[in-house]
């Protein structure tokens, strides 16, 4: 296990409240990153973001929610929107043109006729 330390300039602008939610997303993404690896596409990870607000949604609708499975649900959108940030946004061309590696996988899986195991991958 490793431990990081967290440094986060503010003007009060941050409650004890919100830094321990940070710390919260950050030990889910953590955990995430670790048994999944990183998304390998903007549809994989669309995707998985989406199940992660369905989820919340269905507890949002439910007339029996509850603070804790509230407080679950959303900290794993939030860390599956981290993971969105860091595998597939920072990684995209700024001017908006598809990932070069995205394509790159599309046109592998073309050629060597994998096609739709690629997709079924994708779509888990």
């Known amino acids: 296990m490793t431990k990081i330390r967290i440094e986060i300039e503010t003007t009060d602008a941050l409650s004890d409240q919100d830094i321990d939610a940070i710390v919260r997303v950050a030990q889910e993404l953590a955990r995430a990153q670790g048994k999944f690896g990183p998304f390998r596409s903007a549809h994989e990870g ?10 919340l949604w269905e507890v949002v609708k439910s007339k029996g929610r509850c603070r804790p499975r509230l407080q679950e649900e959303s900290i794993q959108v939030a860390a599956m929107a981290l993971r969105f940030l860091v595998d597939i946004a920072d990684k995209a061309d700024p001017v908006g043109t598809p990932l ?15 096609f739709p195991g690629a997709i079924e991958e994708a779509l888990g």
């Open 46 to 55: 669309y995707a998985i973001l989406l199940e992660e607000v369905d989820e």
């Open 100 to 114: 070069l590696e995205t394509m790159g996988e599309l046109d592998r899986a073309v050629e060597s006729r994998s």
